[in-house]
Structure formats: structure tokens, C-alpha cells
């Protein structure tokens, strides 16, 4: 079955301490994307890459990094650095081109931050 | 002012019931996304469209370029309809990043 898994579903971890959120898909898609979601508020674009060892910052990048070292997988780390980790993370691909292409997304990772 | 505005944030409705949600932007866009959350929190894309109408089974999308609006409608509403609605745009000339409107939560109660 082709599609995006993100792990793990839980997190829970302590002020101060770096945690790497996991995004794989297999569908083939050159882009990937990183989103939080807070109550209230629309979904957030934290970083995005569109091919290999590339990526980008989104609206929201500040204590946050990623990297693209394959085409499946894209992994978010959350650093100490970032005031209110604390949210719904949410992994997304897409094809790539002129077109505007659908985005498909994980189930997401809930991080809790105390 | 957001860029992608949605009404209304919060929608009850009775099962059999048509449902319509509104998305209204203020850029140029090249396609409109409507999207579906449930409570686990799983998102699903139902629609992206660029002009006209499309339809899908009790769902249908359409959008006004002219007017920078949208609706998604849902015909004989079910309480499995309930759920987070979200708009999103692709902005013109932009990259593939979308820009999201905060969502409409709808319940359809039995």
C-alpha cells in the first residue's frame, strides 16, 4: 500500500531536549512538507524540500531543522531552541511541476513538551 | 486579515441535511485544495480544483476565480460527514507550498 507514515503517533518529552519526529512515504512524490497544527489556527508550514539534499524554510522555521537525505524520508527535529513545541505535527509529499499536484498526508505525530 | 478566510468556524447540522461551507481568498491562486480532518486527526484531501465544479459522490466543490470564493457542499449529510473542513490555496506563481484557511468543524448529529 502506497502512502505516508509518521512516527511515532505519541510523544512526550521534557523542556530542553531535541526529538526527531520520522516521515517516510513511498510514493514516489519529490516534495515533502512539515506542518504544525495549533487549536485554532490553520495548519502551518514549518520546512519543505522539492528534491534530494534540498530544502526550504517555511512561515515557522525558527528552532526547527530537517533533512533530505532520501527521496522517501524526511525527518524533523524539534530542537530546544523552539519556544512552544508543543502541537500536532503533520508530514505531507506531493508530485512536483507547472501543475498544482494534490498533497497527501500522514496521520501526524502529537507532541507534548513539559 | 488571513489570506484564505472560511465560514462558519463551527456548523451543526441534522443527518439528511445540505451543508455548505465557504472559502474566500485574497491572492491569486492557481488550484484551491479542500481537505477533511477527523478527530484522530488524519487529513484527507477531497478536492483540488482550478475552475468550475467538481463532484464526488454526496460531495461537490466549486469555485469563482472572478469572485476568489469556493464551496464545498455535502448533500443528504451523515454523521460520518463530521469532521474539520479545511481550504487551502496554491498561490500563483508561488512553489507548491499551500496556504490554509484555520477550517470549518462540522457535526452532524443522528
Request: with cysteine.
Amino acid at each position: 500500500d502506497g502512502g505516508i507514515t509518521q512516527s511515532p503517533k505519541y510523544l512526550f518529552r521534557k523542556e530542553g531536549q531535541n526529538v526527531t519526529l520520522s516521515c517516510e512515504q513511498n510514493l514516489n512524490h519529490d516534495a515533502m512538507y512539515w506542518y504544525r497544527q495549533d487549536p485554532g489556527q490553520g495548519l502551518r508550514l514549518i520546512y519543505y524540500s522539492q528534491i534530494v539534499n534540498d530544502f526550504q524554510k517555511g512561515d515557522i522555521a525558527e528552532g526547527y531543522s530537517v533533512s533530505r537525505e532520501k527521496k522517501e524520508s524526511f525527518p524533523l527535529t524539534v530542537t530546544s531552541a523552539q519556544k512552544n513545541p508543543t502541537a500536532f505535527y503533520l508530514c505531507a509529499s506531493s508530485r512536483v511541476g507547472i501543475l498544482s499536484y494534490e498533497q497527501y498526508f500522514g496521520p501526524g505525530t502529537r507532541l507534548t513538551v513539559t | 486579515k488571513n489570506e484564505v478566510e472560511q465560514s462558519p468556524q463551527n456548523l451543526t447540522a441534522q443527518e439528511g441535511e445540505f451543508i455548505t461551507i465557504n472559502c474566500s481568498y485574497s491572492v491569486g491562486i492557481s488550484a484551491l485544495h479542500w481537505l477533511q480532518q477527523h478527530p484522530g486527526g488524519g487529513i484527507v484531501s477531497l478536492f483540488m480544483l482550478s475552475s468550475g465544479k467538481k463532484k464526488h459522490g454526496r460531495l461537490i466543490a466549486t469555485i469563482n476565480i472572478q469572485e476568489k470564493h469556493s464551496s464545498l457542499h455535502i448533500t443528504a449529510s451523515h454523521p460520518r460527514d463530521s469532521a474539520v473542513y479545511i481550504c487551502a490555496v496554491r498561490i500563483q506563481g508561488g512553489s507548491e507550498k499551500l496556504v490554509f484557511g484555520k477550517g470549518t468543524k462540522l457535526t452532524v448529529n443522528p
